[in-house]
């Protein structure tokens, strides 16, 4: 790790304490401790130098940023905590997995390719429009679409007042009652794909998402996960 100073906020975050918002709340409660003083404030650079304490716990280094990709199965929730009880991806995570994020999230219906980091600046950035990723999912949908059922999503539609942005879809074979999808998005909202095949009168029933950005789902099965490698995330983020 450099000696080059960091917000406090961002230093602690790469260090896998909790996300920079979390932090700044914990310094606003006085959960944090900078050489010997408490800190009432996060507008304070910090080296590794300096000597940290959350809740009386001392912090080492900031870690290096890593980056998996994990196969999210059908049935989990994309959180680390429930209110219903629900099971998470985080109560099957190998034991050895460190703290990590989600980048972007899948319904409980949903499957497929999540990416994870412990860096919450980079998933903050990764998961913005305006970084121009696309998303591409496989999506099974119950219904005979046709091109013109399906040239509104093209487009971009309205739904409850709020504007998605148009798709990029391709209708790939249909089988029996079914019919499959191939549907690009760069936006991601709630829900989004969903709600949208339900606007033009198609109702999924299988999601998964095959890629995000550069990277893939491939050869991973339900419930893997695998460390992308540093090479390939300089490769593909400068990082």
């Given at each position: 790790m450099s000696d080059e100073p960091q917000r406090i906020a961002k230093y602690l975050a790469r260090a896998g304490v909790a996300s920079r918002r979390e932090i700044e709340r914990m310094i606003?409660?006085?959960?944090?401790?900078?050489?010997?003083?408490?800190?009432?404030?996060?507008?304070?650079?910090?080296?590794n130098k300096d000597i940290i304490l959350v809740n009386g716990k001392q912090i080492g280094d900031a870690e290096k940023v890593r980056f998996w990709?994990?196969?999210?199965?059908?049935?989990?929730?994309?959180?680390?905590?429930?209110?219903?009880?629900?099971?998470?991806?985080?109560?099957?995570?190998?034991?050895?997995?460190?703290?990590?994020?989600?980048?972007g999230r899948l319904d409980i219906n949903s499957e497929g390719l999540l990416l994870l980091t412990n860096d919450g600046g980079l998933k903050r950035k990764l998961e913005l429009p305006a970084t121009g990723w696309?998303?591409?999912?496989?999506?099974?949908?119950?219904?005979?679409?046709?091109?013109?059922?399906?040239?509104?999503?093209?487009?971009?539609i309205v739904i409850d007042r709020e504007r998605f942005k148009g798709m990029e879809i391709r209708l790939d074979r249909?089988?029996?009652?079914?019919?499959?999808?191939?549907?690009g998005l760069r936006e991601g909202k709630n829900r989004e794909i969903r709600r949208a095949m339900e606007y033009v009168g198609l109702r999924v029933?299988?999601?998964?998402?095959?890629?995000?950005?550069?990277?893939?789902?491939?050869?991973?099965?339900?419930?893997?996960?695998?460390?992308?490698?540093?090479?390939?995330?300089?490769d593909q983020l400068g990082l």
């Open positions: 606003a409660i006085g959960q944090i401790n900078l050489n010997g003083k408490t800190l009432d404030t996060p507008a304070v650079k910090v080296t990709r994990y196969y999210k199965p059908t049935g989990l929730i994309t959180t680390d905590r429930d209110e219903k009880g629900r099971d998470t991806i985080y109560d099957y995570f190998p034991e050895n997995m460190p703290r990590v994020m989600t980048v696309l998303r591409k999912y496989r999506v099974r949908v119950n219904g005979n679409p046709t091109e013109e059922m399906v040239a509104p999503l093209r487009n971009g249909q089988q029996g009652s079914n019919a499959w999808l191939t549907v029933n299988r999601l998964i998402r095959t890629s995000y950005g550069p990277f893939k789902l491939d050869d991973l099965k339900p419930g893997d996960v695998e460390e992308i490698k540093a090479k390939t995330i300089k």
